[in-house]
């Protein structure tokens, strides 16, 4: 969202910083359109090397999820960036199982995981209804005003993830 907050500000002559999201729906914010919004995303996994990652050692901690069992990754962004979205992985060094890309973000709950990790306030939401599946919830400031929910914890840091995926699998 950096990147993509970048090209908003150099386009616009704008000011934003990630900060500034705090609705899933951020074109509203940005005064943009939907369209304009998902090229703007795009354009900035194009130039995938200026994204940073998430928090530091992020590798390192997503890797610690394979002694629980397979890793995926799952996206709803465009076919186009599916390509940048697997360099910057490279790049990472984060391996993982398969790449998945759905058509939506809510696509994702047909998918038959038993822990889905996302920064969707629309995904957590949709957990709700499909018993025995669990969320985690990666906090981000468009994902903040996310009411409580049973089978949802929500976190701020990757280091919290493991414990969390431990105790829902010998919850299930």
Request: with cysteine; hydrophobic share 40%; charged share 25%.
């Amino acid at each position: 969202m950096a990147a993509c907050c970048d090209i908003i500000n150099r386009k616009h002559s704008t000011h934003f910083e990630v900060s500034s999201f705090i609705r899933w729906n951020a074109w509203e914010i940005a005064n943009i359109t939907p369209d304009e919004f998902f090229r703007t995303l795009d354009q900035a996994w194009f130039d995938w090397r200026t994204i940073p990652p998430t928090e530091k050692d992020l590798a390192e901690k997503v890797g610690r999820l394979r002694e629980f069992g397979r890793v995926d990754i799952v996206t709803s962004r465009s076919p186009e960036t599916t390509a940048a979205a697997k360099a910057w992985l490279e790049a990472q060094e984060i391996h993982y199982g398969s790449f998945v890309r759905t058509n939506s973000g809510m696509d994702k709950l047909d998918l038959s995981y038993d822990v889905f990790i996302d920064d969707s306030p629309d995904l957590m939401l949709g957990l709700r209804s499909k018993p025995g599946r669990y969320g985690i919830l990666y906090t981000q400031p468009w994902n903040k005003e996310l009411p409580t929910m049973p089978r949802i914890c929500r976190v701020d840091s990757w280091d919290k993830i493991p414990g969390l995926v431990q105790v829902m699998l010998n919850t299930k």
